[in-house]
């Protein structure tokens, strides 16, 4: 009796362990990140909903993000550093707002903008 009781906890430890564990891992966040979610949230005001540069980013210099020529010079690294680190006067830098991996989830949503 005493020894079924101990097994029970046991399994249960082993399935709760499981649970926080699998919880906790990097790959199932980077899953639940929304890269679009962010983009309106942080980034509409000045690059628009659509990726075309509201009155207050053209004002700064902001560019269309589906300009074909930009999106072919540039490259995913470029576009995580500009997020990171912003421009002096015109972006702010999002390196201490946003993590990491939130930060690369805006690239496929900057890439994912077409005329
Ligand atoms: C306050 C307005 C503002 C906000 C908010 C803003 N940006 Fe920008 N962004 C700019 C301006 C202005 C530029 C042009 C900077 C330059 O030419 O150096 C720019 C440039 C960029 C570029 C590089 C484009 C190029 O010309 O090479 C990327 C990529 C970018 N922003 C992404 C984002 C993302 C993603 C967010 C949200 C996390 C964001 N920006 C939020 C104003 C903003």
Redesign the pocket.
């Known amino acids: 009796m005493k020894n079924k009781y101990l097994l029970t906890t046991a399994l249960f430890s082993v399935a709760f362990g499981a649970c926080t564990f699998f919880s906790e891992t990097p790959v199932s966040k980077a899953a639940d990140i929304d890269g679009m979610k962010?983009?309106l949230k942080?980034?509409k005001?000045?690059?628009g909903a659509d990726g075309n540069?509201t009155d207050?980013?053209t004002g700064?210099?902001?560019?269309k993000?589906a300009d074909p020529e930009?999106q072919a010079k540039?490259n995913d690294e470029?576009?995580i550093e500009?997020?990171n680190e912003?421009?002096p006067e015109?972006?702010?830098p999002?390196k201490e707002k946003?993590t990491p991996e939130e930060?690369k989830a805006?690239v496929p949503?900057?890439r994912g903008f077409k005329e």
Do not use: D, E, N, S
Not at 60 to 63: D, E, F, P, S, T
């Open positions: 962010i983009y942080h980034c005001t000045c690059h540069p207050l980013g700064l210099g902001a560019r993000f930009w540039t470029r576009i500009q997020i912003g421009t015109m972006m702010m999002f946003l930060i805006l949503v900057i």
